[in-house]
């Protein structure tokens, strides 16, 4: 028998994530009640997940949950925010109990890292889609934004870049490797991406500008260039590639897929040139994973150079509403 609207939500969402004390109501009423910390600025994101647009149709369900709110979680750290609540909509096309304890678990794994609370949500029939609300705090001023940067700024990059667009190319079928160990590890960071929030609390007071790469480095980094009223170059050769990513497609192809390729949700950020010894001293590079790549410029728009050639990329990023 399929379970009811109401029987679902209790039996995989009520208990699902963090137990935290600033919780006053959750999951069950019309409304959660939430106490936000005294004197913080509270920070607020929403993204929506549909099949067949942002993952394969037959995708993991436990790798449907825990993106739905790595994506989340992702844009709170590109903001320096701590995470604390979240709420859920799941449009089903039927209560299937299977796809929703994998869901369930995969969502609630990720929500107890950050210790974040399911707090709320819905449900209802309808073509597989997720929404996914996180609501978080930062100390009020201290909040990172896309438009903080200047002309002469140094430009860093967390992690690798590419390896989604590999994994997602390998679960398409347009990618085929002999090298299963690289074929894991890249699908892996498709299917289940670490959100940088640790990293996105530490960066507040040394970068200038943030922004998560969720789109593409080459798009996002010109988003926030843009945002800061300057343009950005970007090195080619200082692109940071992983090891799993290059036996599979070749250096040439690597630095195309972490320039153009989206869902990694690393972190872009820049920082003054006058600060990049204190940022190295205050967060060494060999604990955080990061990596120079390029700096912002006077002018507008993103160039990618490579031993000091300007090279042409037409990918901007992804756009849902592109022609």
Known sequence: MAL???????????HCGAVRGDVALGVGDDGALLRSP?????????????AG??????????????RALAVNLSDLAAMGARPAWALVALTLPESDARWLEEFARGFGALALMHNVALVGGDTTRGP???????????PPGHALRRGGGAAGDTLF????????????????????????????????????PTPRVALGEVLRGHASACIDVSDGLLGDAAKLAAASGCGVEIA?????????????VGVERARH?????????????????AHVAEL?????????????????????????????TVMQFSHSGFEHFAS
């Open 236 to 248: 080619l050769e200082e692109l940071p590639l992983s090891h799993a990513l290059v036996r599979a």
């Open 257 to 273: 897929l972490a320039l153009t390729g989206g869902d990694d949700y690393e972190l872009c950020f820049s920082v003054p040139a």
């Open 157 to 192: 990059l967390s992690g690798t870049a590419g390896d989604a667009a590999a994994g997602l190319l390998l679960e398409q079928g347009g990618l085929a490797l002999a090298d299963l160990g690289a074929a894991q590890e890249l699908r892996a960071r498709f299917a289940f």
């Open 280 to 308: 190295s001293r205050a967060l060494p590079q060999e604990r955080w994973n990061y990596r120079c790549i390029g700096t912002l410029r006077k002018g507008a728009g993103a160039v990618v150079t490579r031993a000091g």
């Open 53 to 66: 647009v942002h993952f394969p149709p037959q995708a993991e369900p436990a790798s449907i949950g825990h």
């Open 4 to 14: 009811t609207e109401f029987a679902l939500i209790e039996r995989y969402f009520s």
């Open 128 to 138: 597989l889609c997720v929404t996914v609300q996180l609501l978080g705090h930062v």
């Open 38 to 50: 005294s004197g913080e600025d509270l920070v607020a994101a929403i993204d929506t997940l549909v």
